[in-house]
T-cell receptor, first 115, second 113 residues
Framework: DGGITQSPKYLFRKEGQNVTLSCEQNLNHDAMYWYRQDPGQGLRLIYYSQIVNDFQKGDIAEGYSVSREKKESFPLTVTSAQKNPTAFYLC??????????????FGEGSRLTVL | GDSVTQMEGPVTLSEEAFLTINCTYTATGYPSLFWYVQYPGEGLQLLLKATKADDKGSNKGFEATYRKETTSFHLEKGSVQVSDSAVYFCALIPNNAGNMLTFGGGTRLMVKP
């Protein structure tokens, strides 16, 4: 079945460690996104990529990094510079067609807890 | 800047009750408006959308009408079920902004049997 796969579903990290969250899609979508979800704050955009080998910062990119070496994959690294990394992270993708603007397909999320 | 404001939850209803979740927005021009739903432990799914004033989006018994005069996009359902328990997010994209969604804070709905 086509979709977006995020892994791991749960991750625990000690302070000072970098962690990488995986996001893979087989929908043949050009654009991919990473959002952070905190209780009562909705979703905030961390990074997005509209094409392979190119990505842009979103509203809260500090302390995060990404790569887009393949169309299917958009991993997110949470670095030790991120001051408050405990959160639920959501990856999404979307087709390029203007008629489907705003129609994002989301993965099931990864919950990161810093101990 | 653009923003979306939703009513704070949780909203608790009995099965078969009428649902309204309020959403208002601030944006220049004519944004497109969306409702997304997040079931427990899952990612978000698009529920419905409207792209111009007076459009009504509908899906799975839910509906919302794009009201330019009141800058609102309230979500309604005539008879909720326990399976509708979820968090609902209102969102917008401004004119010509591709897929850069601005989300509201989300409203949790709890439906009791």
């Amino acid at each position: 079945d086509g979709g977006i796969t995020q892994s791991p579903k749960y991750l625990f990290r000690k302070e000072g460690q970098n962690v990488t969250l995986s996001c893979e899609q087989n929908l043949n979508h050009d654009a991919m996104y990473w959002y952070r979800q905190d209780p009562g704050q909705g979703l905030r955009l961390i990074y997005y990529s509209q094409i392979v080998n190119d990505f842009q910062k979103g509203d809260i990119a500090e302390g995060y990094s990404v790569s887009r070496e393949k169309k299917e994959s958009f991993p997110l690294t949470v670095t030790s510079a991120q001051k408050n990394p405990t959160a639920f992270y959501l990856c999404a993708s979307s087709p390029k067609l203007a008629t489907h603007a705003g129609e994002l397909f989301f993965g099931e999320g990864s919950r990161l807890t810093v101990l | 800047g653009d923003s979306v404001t939703q009513m704070e939850g949780p909203v608790t209803l009995s099965e078969e009750a009428f649902l309204t979740i309020n959403c208002t927005y601030t944006a220049t021009g004519y944004p497109s408006l969306f409702w997304y739903v997040q079931y427990p432990g899952e990612g978000l799914q698009l529920l419905l959308k409207a792209t111009k004033a007076d459009d009504k989006g509908s899906n799975k018994g839910f509906e919302a009408t794009y009201r330019k005069e009141t800058t609102s996009f309230h979500l309604e359902k005539g008879s909720v079920q326990v399976s509708d328990s979820a968090v609902y997010f209102c969102a917008l994209i401004p004119n010509n902004a591709g897929n850069m969604l601005t989300f509201g804070g989300g409203t949790r709905l709890m439906v009791k049997p």
